[in-house]
Nanobody
Framework: HVQLVESGGGSVQAGGSLRLSCAASGYTYSSNCMGWFRQAPGKEREGVAAIYTGGGSTYYADSVKGRFTISQDNAKNTVYLQMNSLKPEDTAMYYC?????????????????????WGQGTQVTVS
């Protein structure tokens, strides 16, 4: 039973920082594409960042480049999203997602429909 559990959301003032965590369990973790998505009320879900867990390659949406950093801790089966210089437009529910992949080339900011496993989400509010 695959499970992704997000944590670390909260409320912060503009310019502040938060670190989201996604703890994965229930499947072989070493070769997956892990992604962070967000969805604001009335808007479509958008990809924010992705990481190829087999080698650490990372990918970012233009809207967060230079402000957000995705990383992994293989020993803890956990992926992180460090969010700095937060803006009100970053306010959304943030979701962690995963899809098994065989190669680095298969991991990028894929559409949400490509991801097989999802967490329950964690709210980020920037005021």
């Amino acid at each position: 039973h695959v499970q992704l559990v997000e944590s670390g959301g909260g409320s912060v003032q503009a310019g502040g920082s938060l670190r989201l965590s996604c703890a994965a369990s229930g499947y072989t973790y070493s070769s997956n594409c892990m992604g962070w998505f967000r969805q604001a009320p009335g808007k479509e879900r958008e990809g924010v960042a992705a990481i190829y867990t087999g080698g650490g390659s990372t990918y970012y949406a233009d809207s967060v480049k230079g402000r957000f950093t995705i990383s992994q801790d293989n020993a803890k089966n956990t992926v992180y999203l460090q969010m700095n210089s937060l803006k009100p437009e970053d306010t959304a529910m943030y979701y962690c997602a995963a899809v098994p992949v065989l190669t680095r080339r298969s991991c990028y900011l894929r559409p949400s429909s490509d991801f097989r496993y999802w967490g329950q989400g964690t709210q980020v509010t920037v005021s």
